[in-house]
């Protein structure tokens, strides 16, 4: 509401809806409870906007400002604190965690074109995985020139185009799940690297850290490391000291970034300080562990493991959006759910007719729309030939309604499997195109 007070008129604004120009004159929390130097200042760069946003509910503008009454919802929690080098105009500098944009990317070859060469980088990938977890059992030293080098095989196919490696971290594998999981976060930080404009060394560097993280797990007994239930107290207390062995192991192998050090040692770190090992607060966080440490999550939610069945994409970004803030830095969960997308390659998707098919390849300027491969009719019985269509076509079914999605299903549902239609090459073929309706047919893969 706006209020009259000595000549100025002021309204309440939610921190949401700040914008660049506005004039702040009073906070929701006495100044001396901040850390803002000046009482009353100018917001003049989106840091100064992120930073009132971290600290406060709601603010006093100068003048008359439009505000929806449902923005006033005020936070649970309260707000962490903003660091970084003070401001002219009270704020903090660099207060952005999410780092300028370096380098714009685009996909250089299709997503089909791309897949023989990026299923090579992953078995490898895989392979190199299995490799670090026996050698790491056995005391054995770890082979960093291979390791190396699958990391740069896997980040040349995402930069040449991201969409075939995303897919391949579908397969999903229970009683493979540590070696997968390492694999695909790799892969997966360094398509969220990518994603926001890193330059090249630093996406390898982050798919270095994202492929070692968990390498201190090998120095859990197997009895809890791959128990089929949930972990007791004291259980998950002995858990928790992989980030600390994963430390000690890295740590002594010579000419390694100190950067995949700190991330196998605080990719368990949240933005609360509520964490582990150390329990740092989110400024003291490394980048690359707030990265590594969010890919991680949406990984082992989309996994399934031998006490838990994995979850639908859709599921795991709804997860880690509501967790922003607190347990995730909120600007990089932001950027994280915005790269997946809604249906990110290699998801099973049902449509409002019934049938279903597997997303292929994704617009950027219409996550809603991908490509998919239809391969289930609407009786959930296997069509005899699958066939491709890109539904930013509007192509009608038999009923003479645009084919879209109703929804997102886990791997394994209504017997699709994505390991078996990616090891029988299915989606490294180009399937026939629709443009047309369709009559259902019935056959197997």
């Not at 939610?14 to 803002?36: A, C, K, N």
């Not at 989106?46 to 930073?51: G, I, N, P, Y």
């Not at 980048?287 to 994995?310: E, H």
């Not at 390849?361 to 699958?386: C, E, G, I, Q």
């Amino acid at each position: 509401m706006p209020t009259a007070r000595q000549d100025i008129i002021e309204t309440e604004v939610p921190v949401s809806q700040l914008q660049i120009g506005m004039h702040v004159v009073r906070l929701d929390r006495p100044w001396e409870e901040t850390d803002f130097l000046l009482q009353g200042f100018v917001l003049q760069t989106e840091d100064d906007v992120l930073a009132v946003q971290q600290q406060c509910d709601t603010v006093f503008i100068e003048g008359r400002v439009h505000v929806a009454p449902e923005s006033f919802a005020r936070s649970p929690a309260s707000k962490p604190k903003a660091t970084g080098r003070p401001g002219s105009a009270g704020t903090f500098q660099n207060a952005s965690s999410v780092p300028k944009r370096k380098v714009t990317y685009i996909n250089k070859v299709d997503t089909s074109r791309e897949m023989a060469a990026a299923r090579m980088s992953y078995s490898d990938a895989k392979a190199t995985a299995r490799n670090i977890m026996s050698s790491l059992r056995l005391g054995r030293t770890l082979e960093m020139n291979q390791i190396h080098q699958v990391v740069d095989n896997c980040v040349d196919s995402v930069l040449r185009n991201d969409n075939a490696l995303l897919l391949l971290t579908k397969i999903k594998n229970k009683d493979e799940y540590t070696a997968e999981h390492c694999i695909n976060v790799s892969i997966l930080s360094a398509a969220f690297a990518k994603h926001l404009g890193l330059l090249e060394g630093e996406i390898r560097n982050v798919a270095l850290c994202g492929l070692l993280h968990d390498v201190g797990k090998m120095r859990i007994d197997d009895e809890i490391l791959n128990k089929p239930g949930a972990l007791t107290p004291d259980e998950f207390a002995v858990m928790k000291n992989h980030t600390t062995f994963g430390r000690d192991v890295l740590a002594a192998l010579p000419r390694l970034a100190h950067s995949a050090v700190d991330v196998a040692y605080s990719h368990h770190e949240r933005m609360d300080g509520k964490g582990y090992p150390r329990g740092l607060a989110g400024h003291q966080i490394p980048l690359f562990a707030k990265i590594v440490g969010l890919v991680d999550t949406y990984d082992a939610i989309t996994s399934s493991r031998v006490y838990d069945r994995g979850r639908a994409s859709m599921e795991a970004l709804q997860i880690i959006h509501r967790n922003k803030g607190s347990q995730f830095d909120a600007e990089l969960a932001v950027e994280f759910i915005r790269m997946v997308g809604v249906y990110p390659p290699g998801s099973i998707v049902e449509m409002t007719n019934g049938e279903v098919g597997i997303v292929v390849d994704t617009h950027s300027a219409s996550k809603l729309r991908p490509r998919v491969l239809m391969v289930r009719d609407a009786n959930k019985n296997p069509l005899a030939t699958f066939r491709e269509m890109d539904l930013l076509k509007n192509i009608p079914d038999s009923a003479g309604q645009p084919y879209k999605i109703a929804r997102e299903v886990p791997d394994e549902s209504y017997g699709i499997v994505m390991k078996e239609f990616i090891e029988q090459g299915i989606l490294n073929r180009k399937a026939p195109e629709v443009s047309a309706p369709v009559d259902d047919g019935h056959g197997q893969p």
